[in-house]
């Protein structure tokens, strides 16, 4: 096993025991609201692309519907088969998620019907992160090679505290995030 998938594997279980350990009530409200500093880096015209997610992921369906309610354009990562690259694809009901439909890899997306559309910032979620705003994904590279072909887009990761590592293996095709958002911290050059 190479040591980024031993690392995935760790931070993996860390991340679980962390969420398993969190009252319902207190996991409710966390990721809530942007943290002021972040909004100021958001124009407000902003297509915000965010994800749906998994049960583990720090949650970002709060960060949709108050982007929504500000007048932002929404959109979720879609997939028309697994060997497909990401594109992202208006999330028009945030509120209800009535728009959202299976898809590739266990997760849920827009419909095939959504209109594809390029977010201006993306939210990304991650499996650990440094301080110097390194990010260690899922290993499908789906993000890295997004924000690789848009580098003008802001990239901003969600994560829990217990996703901080002092270092992570670093490749050339790894994508550095611009800011980093926990329940506790907001990481970022502000």
């Known amino acids: ?3 980024k998938k031993q690392l995935r594997t760790a931070l993996r279980e860390a991340r679980r025991e962390h969420v398993n350990a969190q009252p319902d009530a207190f996991r409710a409200l966390l990721f809530n609201r942007p943290p002021a500093p972040l909004l ?3 124009d407000e015209t902003a297509i915000i692309g965010l994800y749906h997610a998994t ?3 720090a949650p970002a369906a709060s960060y949709a519907r108050f982007f929504s309610e500000a007048g932002h354009t929404i959109a ?3 997939f028309a088969e697994e060997d497909a690259p990401m594109a992202f694809a208006e999330h028009s009901d945030p509120f209800a ?3 959202l439909e299976p898809g590739p890899f266990g997760l849920v997306q827009p419909s095939a019907n959504a209109s594809q559309i390029v977010p201006d910032v993306v939210f990304v979620p991650l499996i650990g992160f440094t301080k110097r705003f390194e990010r260690l994904g899922q290993g499908g590279g789906h993000y890295d090679r997004w924000l690789g072909q848009h580098p003008d887009c802001i990239a901003i990761g969600l994560a829990w ?3 901080l590592v002092d270092a992570l293996p670093v490749e050339p095709h790894d ?3 611009h800011a980093i958002v926990t329940p506790t911290r907001l990481y970022g050059d502000f």
Do not use: G, H, S
Request: proline letters at 5%; hydrophobic letters at 40%.
């Open 161 to 163: 505290d217990v996703q």
């Open 97 to 99: 998620q009535t728009d």
């Open 76 to 78: 979720l990562p879609r």
């Open 175 to 177: 994508i550095n995030m």
């Open 40 to 42: 100021r880096m958001i």
């Open 1 to 3: 096993m190479t040591y």
């Open 55 to 57: 049960q583990f992921e």
